[in-house]
């Protein structure tokens, strides 16, 4: 018999924090059925071994249905959350990183407002953050719910208006497992990637404007200290993917979405050569009409940054999104 709600926790070196992570689990204040998945992912630190002993104390099953699962190798992120999507039995998803954790109301708020709306396809709350860096974590622009296909499908592709994670979200499960919305694997950034996907086929969203989910900066976390190569794979691997997925509903919002990551790319110069980024460009610009290429051309023919270059950014978005 399924759960109401399946939380997957991919665990890799996080010996320090996995306790509290699943004691806020443990601590939800809630009578729906959850199960927590925790996803060995093969560390080298002592943080399974933790979690372990947590579950095996672990008294009050009724309430938390703990498990987990046990990966032949390390596969990284993505791939822990597919082990996890794959043996999970719950209406809704919820991801939760191991080294962050969640508020006692947290599932209990976010199943309500599902519930009130007549189910959703998703539902993002807010984050507790520990600084001002990821502004977008804090704040939103989205109404409690909608079934407009129009606004939700450009909200998600929108940093601005919905924080792109997968994490701190209720995700109906059958929305991922009937539309192959599976993690690509073997990249950072993947929930950009992700979020590109997802945007194709969510109907019905709510957003809950609660902060119910602890993100915490862990030193040395990739957001920190960027690798050239990994970030090189990631972003010439998302544009590429999301320029041969590009729909005609909502197109412009698409074409946004992946000029902004293709100027993060030029800004912080995440290639190997200059040869690389005009393929990946050029690659891009195929799926322009002429006065968006016109731009393109201005963009990365002017100083970064210059009036000229944010006069025309800011341009080609507006006619993305006319």
Known sequence: MGHRVSVIIPVYNVEHYIVECLRSVSAQKTGADIECIIVDDKGTDKSIHIAEEYVATYKDCTKVDFRIIYRERNG????????????????????LDSDDTIVPQCIETLLNIADKHGG?????????????????????SFP?????????KRSLLDYDKIPVTAANRLIRRELITENNLFFKEGIIHEDNYWS????????RMAFCAEKLYYYRETPGSITKEP??????????????????????????????????HLLTMYANKYYHSTKDFEKIKQYFGTHNCLIEKLLLYIIFHVKLDSLTYRKAVNLIQRLYLL
Not at 144 to 152: A, C, G, T, V, Y
Not at 196 to 203: E, I, P, R, S, T
Not at 233 to 252: L, M, Q, R, V
């Open 120 to 140: 959703v396809d998703l539902l993002p709350a807010l984050y507790i953050r520990e600084n001002n860096d990821m502004e977008q974590f804090g704040c939103h």
């Open 227 to 260: 690798n050239i190569e990994k970030e090189s794979y990631a972003f010439s691997t998302i544009i590429k993917d999301c320029c041969d997925n590009i729909d005609d509903y909502e197109k412009g919002a698409q074409k946004r979405f992946i000029l902004l």
């Open 196 to 203: 590109f996907f997802l945007a194709k086929y969510v109907k």
């Open 144 to 152: 409690e719910f909608s079934d407009d296909r129009s606004l939700i």
């Open 76 to 95: 990284g992120l993505s791939a822990a959350r597919n082990t996890g999507i794959k043996a999970a039995t719950g209406e809704y998803l919820y991801f």
